[in-house]
């Protein structure tokens, strides 16, 4: 009988195929938003159904509508993509769960139409690569990943200038760069601990923070760079402060029930106190750090878990494992 399918996905028949022999997938489980300017967005979701686990990265020279079919290029990832930074409006680096680390630019062609276009890729890490963040001059770049191991990346060269082989000892969760530093870092861990790093120190590494549980997020303020904020994964929040002389623990709050995924302070200048965070859970939250971490604004309209947050022009965007971004405005009161 011929003319029958194997019913069992790990026949012959099945376990042979190919990616091109298999039918498309959609890439729904979106990961990550990043937004440049109003000219200048990407997007990036993975397939995490089928028996092939790949990614793709939308760019979009519009962020009035973030509909896949309007994004100007769309990029495949023979891995899942896991994180992504701008380095210009058009040009950014993605990390993936492979371990590789590509660039990508958009070059004009012959024709004066433009390209997006893989300008470097490089296999350093020997797990996922989790984390990115860049520095200030947008030459070099800092990653981490499940290797335990940190990389600062030269862009132009792709090479890895430093690397810290187990800088943490379990899987590096998050990276964020200092403001308005080319050599200073923070990260955390699975290994419960958070660290500050300061690259041109002979010992650059000192702890900040160790708790009872994996800390899973962490964010510098963008206008008040003494101040972090840490996510754990019992789902609080901490707010720190690290300025030189000591480290104090300025407010916390279990905010979630579920362990924190990522954490956005608002980058406007006349806002200094409100920080965007989700969870493993469809909420996007929005608290005053200047009030004991009062929540400000929740959402619950996504119907899996949120992945990305960004903000831009006061606005702060979201995206889910349900396939959609959404749009929040924050009347900056207390709203929930």
Not at 63 to 91: G, H, N, P, W
Not at 170 to 197: G, H, Q, R, Y
Request: hydrophobic letters at 40%; charged letters at 20%.
């Amino acid at each position: 009988m011929d003319y029958l399918t194997p019913p069992n996905l790990n026949a012959d028949v099945y376990r042979n195929m190919t990616i091109t022999d298999r039918p498309p997938t959609i890439n729904k489980h979106l990961q990550f938003i990043t937004i440049y300017n109003e000219k200048s967005a990407i997007l990036g979701g993975n397939n995490l159904t089928d028996r092939y686990w790949n990614g793709i990265v939308w760019y979009y020279n519009d962020i009035a509508d973030f509909d896949r079919d309007k994004a100007l290029f769309a990029i495949k990832t023979e891995s899942c993509v896991c994180d992504a930074v701008f380095l210009q409006s058009d040009k950014f680096v993605i990390g993936e769960d492979s371990g590789a680390l590509q660039i990508f630019d958009l070059s004009k062609m012959p024709n004066d139409s433009e390209k997006l276009q893989c300008a470097g890729y490089a296999t350093l890490h020997d797990s996922s690569l989790l984390t990115l963040s860049a520095f200030t001059d947008k030459e070099h770049i800092v990653s981490g990943g499940m290797d335990c191991c940190i990389k600062i990346w030269d862009i132009s060269e792709l090479m890895a200038t430093y690397s810290f082989g187990f800088a943490h000892t379990d899987t590096i969760t998050c990276i964020d760069v200092k403001p308005e530093s080319n050599s200073e870092f923070a990260s955390t861990s699975s290994d419960c601990e958070a660290l500050m790093w300061d690259i041109r120190q002979s010992k650059p590494a000192q702890s900040i923070l160790k708790k009872d549980a994996g800390l899973n997020a962490i964010c510098w303020s963008p206008n008040l760079s003494n101040i972090l904020a840490i996510g754990t994964d019992d789902g609080e929040i901490l707010i720190i402060d690290v300025r030189k002389g000591g480290v104090k623990v300025l407010s916390k709050s279990s905010a979630f029930s579920r362990p924190v995924h990522r954490l956005s302070f608002n980058p406007n200048s006349e806002s200094r106190v409100e920080l965007a965070a989700c969870c493993n859970d469809v909420f996007v939250e929005v608290f005053d750090i200047s009030n004991d971490l009062l929540l400000m604004y929740q959402d619950d309209h996504h119907t899996d878990f949120v992945r990305g947050l960004t903000w831009f022009n006061r606005y702060l965007y979201s995206c889910s494992w349900d396939n959609t971004v959404l749009k929040h405005t924050i009347d900056f009161e207390i709203n929930v």
